[in-house]
């Protein structure tokens, strides 16, 4: 059965950094791209960052570009998130996903119907 857990998350004040991780089991996840979304409280869950089998191709969402940045170690079955300057507004929970294709085109990389697997989430709390 495939499990994604992931860990890191916290209360940060503005400006600060966290590194979420994201721990695959129950598949090789070497070929399949994986991302990252999050949800806020009353808010629909969106894109933040997304990263190909290989890790070669990262996507962004404009408003985390320059300030996060994901990678991910084939060899341990793990993703992470690094989140610095962060903001209040950045407060939500975190999701990590793995897609259940090995090739997404760039579009597809920004949806979560093309995510077939996910975790149970981390929330990330920034203070002002």
């Known amino acids: 059965q495939v499990q994604l857990v992931e860990s890191g998350g916290g209360l940060v004040q503005a400006g600060g950094s966290l590194r979420l991780s994201c721990a695959a089991s129950?598949?090789?996840?070497?070929?399949?791209?994986m991302g990252w979304f999050r949800q806020a409280a009353g808010q629909e869950r969106e894109f933040v960052a997304a990263i190909s089998g290989g890790g070669g191709i990262q996507y962004y969402a404009d408003s985390v570009k320059g300030r996060f940045t994901i990678s991910r170690d084939n060899a341990k079955n793990t993703v992470s998130l690094q989140l610095n300057s962060l903001k209040p507004e950045d407060t939500a929970v975190y999701y990590c996903?793995?897609?259940?294709?090995?090739?997404?085109?760039?579009?597809?990389?920004?949806?979560?119907?093309?995510?077939?697997?996910w975790g149970q989430g981390t929330q990330v709390t920034v203070s002002s």
């Open positions: 129950g598949r090789t996840f070497s070929t399949y791209p």
């Open positions: 996903a793995a897609s259940g294709r090995t090739y997404l085109n760039s579009r597809a990389y920004y949806r979560a119907q093309e995510y077939a697997y």
